[in-house]
């Protein structure tokens, strides 16, 4: 391996955190001898529950048969905000920093909880009730926070849609949901630009009859379309209802949201969440994940219209009685520098972002970095794709200044919470491996056959039995959710995702099974070889695929994007040829390099191979779903450019 640099766990965060190397070993041993007795414990101390559970585990994966606490009853806002009021009533629950890096604002637990009951209220007068779907298509303003935990408060199940989202896309999510009601916005601010909400949710709901009212919160204060009797003002809803909102006691099994996943793959899935598993793992992954100390400013980067927005963002964060920071904007407006600017402006402790963001930051150099001080940062966090470790260097050395350890954390919108991850005072890092299974994450490695493999070895990831904030099932299609996750391999859940488990024990994803290439016989991961191309000082970005070749089964088509300013030529061609054949064997060489401005991206920064995937073989007439497709002219561009291969 090029890169197998470790990096100790620094004697400053040891001294304080919350688990250290022995209480990890310890406790990871304890929660797979002893489930129920483990997760009871847990389940008391990070949770407030209305009556305790009578069984606290209960599955069945030949089913898809999961159930945590039943019998238990608890409130998830309650949870998040009630339970804190008497003791940090005053304390700031929410940072907002708008688009406008002269507007911020801030908002205790009181003033939260008065916003969420009045809301609460609101959803109530207009019929909606304990089961009910409600759609919230926001942009990053409190309001989305403010409308999941209303809906939580009364027992309506949320269904985020991302604001950078299409009418279509929207369209889709709220029948596949039935959802009855509709919160949006005016408009969405971001970059100082205009996203056109209202007018795209009006063209949604002429295909959506199921919906009777649209709640509309104004931000920009552009013009929109009015539907009489259908469209009321957020503020003025609000400022009518009560702040008295008693809360729904809710059992432990009764759904909590249902959440699209981000569509790097194909048609999207409605997964199911439900109310106390979900809680539990929430809040103690984010505490121990983080390291996250009382009074701490946490920032997650995520869109509240990703789990990540939804486990930590809120409910994580706001269990803990954290204060959280939720951004409006993009990292590069007005300057490059802004997310730096936040975390001074702010004294931010923890931050947490995806690759996607560090590696376009990176390519516009260091200077927007060390222009800031940055010295509150004590913890950083990448989720979302596997981090390079070229891009993990640059972020650990030039935006931690080696002072920060970088948690890395796997997980899925299907498992609710983080899965594989280093916890800050307890891992030595290697840079590019997610490391350690989270306590209860029987996390196992399966070959071709589905049998598992024993010490180090690389093949399917799949995990061996449940976890509290397991998803349960696809919104109305238990049979999809049967197919995708548990037919594959009889007996574990099946992450779709490849990865290797070296000597150590750290578990390092190799990318999407999918995507995993087959070269003469010979299975490729192709996260390696984008890490390798990464190394190059030139490339700020690379994508994998294979295509059909005649002689080797599959041949390597690889995408480039070079840093600013910086040209294509045969000469760079012909190291970046000799660099993988250097880093991973003569096997990887790529057979097609194709010089690129951009690559097609989900709307949540993730690069979707299926679509390199087709233009690498030619099959141009058939690129499949492109509606979660972040910029439809990058693809326009790749197909006129595109390099005949075999
Ligand atoms: P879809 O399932 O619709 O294709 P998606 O898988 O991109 O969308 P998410 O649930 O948001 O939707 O993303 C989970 C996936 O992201 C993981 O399965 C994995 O492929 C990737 N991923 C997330 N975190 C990491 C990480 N730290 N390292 C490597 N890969 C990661
Ligand atoms: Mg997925």
């Known amino acids: 391996m090029p890169h197998e640099k470790v990096y100790p766990v620094p004697p400053q965060i040891a001294a304080r955190a919350h688990i250290d190397a022995e209480r990890y070993r310890t406790l990871y041993a304890r929660s797979l001898q002893d489930p129920d007795g483990f997760w009871s414990e847990q389940a008391e101390r990070f949770i407030t529950w209305d009556r305790r559970w009578e069984q606290v585990c209960d599955w069945d994966f030949q089913r898809a048969h999961i159930r945590w606490f039943e019998g238990g009853r608890l409130n998830a806002c309650v949870n998040c905000l009630d339970r804190h009021l008497d003791t940090r009533g005053d304390q700031t629950a929410l940072i907002w920093e708008s688009d406008d890096p002269a507007v911020s604002r801030r908002f205790t637990y009181r003033e939260l909880h008065a916003q969420v009951c009045r809301l609460a209220n609101v959803l109530k007068n207009h019929g909606i009730g304990k089961g009910d779907r409600v759609c919230i298509y926001l942009p990053m303003i409190p309001e989305a926070a403010v409308a999941m935990l209303a809906c939580a408060r009364i027992g309506a199940i949320h269904s985020v849609v991302f604001g950078g989202f299409s009418a279509e896309a929207l369209r889709d999510r709220i029948l596949d949901a039935d959802c ?182 990176m390519r516009l150099g260091e200077d927007y970095v060390k222009r800031t001080s940055r010295r509150s940062l004590r913890i950083l966090g990448t989720v979302g794709e596997p981090i390079n470790p070229e891009a993990w260097e640059w972020y650990y050395h030039v935006v931690g200044e080696e002072r920060c350890p970088i948690v890395d954390t796997w997980w899925q919108t299907e498992t609710g919470g983080h899965m594989i991850t280093p916890l800050p005072g307890a891992t030595p890092l290697k840079p590019g491996s997610a490391a350690w299974p989270f306590f209860g994450v029987e996390a196992v490695i399966l070959d071709d056959k589905g049998k598992e493999i024993e010490g180090p070895g690389e093949g399917v990831l799949a995990i061996k039995r449940a976890w509290p904030a397991q998803a349960r099932t696809l919104y109305g299609n238990h049979q999809r959710f049967l197919e995708t996750y548990f037919k594959p391999y009889p007996g574990y859940y099946f992450t779709g995702d490849g990865a290797r488990r070296d000597e150590d024990g750290y578990f390092w994803i190799t990318g999407r099974v999918d995507d995993v290439l087959n070269v003469s016989g010979h299975r490729l991961g192709t996260a390696e070889i984008e890490s390798a191309l990464v190394e190059h000082p030139a490339v700020a970005e690379a994508a994998v695929v294979g295509f059909p070749h005649d002689i080797k089964g599959q041949g390597i088509y690889v995408y480039v994007i070079l840093k600013e300013g910086l040209q294509p030529s045969e000469e760079l061609q012909r190291e970046l040829i000799e660099l993988v054949s250097r880093d991973i064997g003569p096997i990887a060489k790529p057979d097609v390099i194709q010089f690129a401005r951009d690559l097609p991206k989900t709307r949540s920064g993730k690069i979707m191979r299926r679509i390199l995937r087709k233009i690498a073989a030619g099959q141009i007439d058939d690129l499949g779903d492109t509606s979660t497709l972040a910029d439809p002219s990058v693809v326009e561009e790749l197909i006129h450019n595109r390099i005949q291969a075999g």
């Open 180 to 361: 009855r009601l509709l919160i949006t916005a005016d408009e969405g601010l971001r970059g100082a630009k205009h996203v056109p909400l209202k007018a795209n949710a009006d063209q949604a709901l002429s295909e959506c009859p199921g919906i009777r009212t649209v709640l509309v919160v104004r931000r920009s204060g552009g013009e929109i379309g009015w539907t009489e009797g259908r469209d009321v003002w957020y503020h003025e809803a609000v400022a009518a209802a009560s702040e008295d909102c008693p809360p729904e006691s809710m059992e432990a099994e009764d759904p909590l949201f249902i959440l699209y996943t981000s569509g790097s793959t194909g048609k999207p899935k409605g997964v199911l969440h439900t109310t106390g598993g979900y809680m539990v793992y929430a809040a103690m992954t984010h505490k121990y994940v983080f390291d996250y100390h009382d009074g701490e400013i946490y920032w997650c980067t995520a869109d509240v219209g990703w789990v990540t927005g939804h486990t930590y963002l809120v409910y994580g964060p706001l269990a803990n009685g954290a204060v959280t920071l939720m951004f409006e904007g993009v990292p590069t407006w007005p300057e490059p520098d802004r997310f730096w600017q936040v975390v001074d402006k702010h004294q931010v402790n923890i931050f947490y972002t995806a690759p996607t963001a560090i590696r376009a930051l």
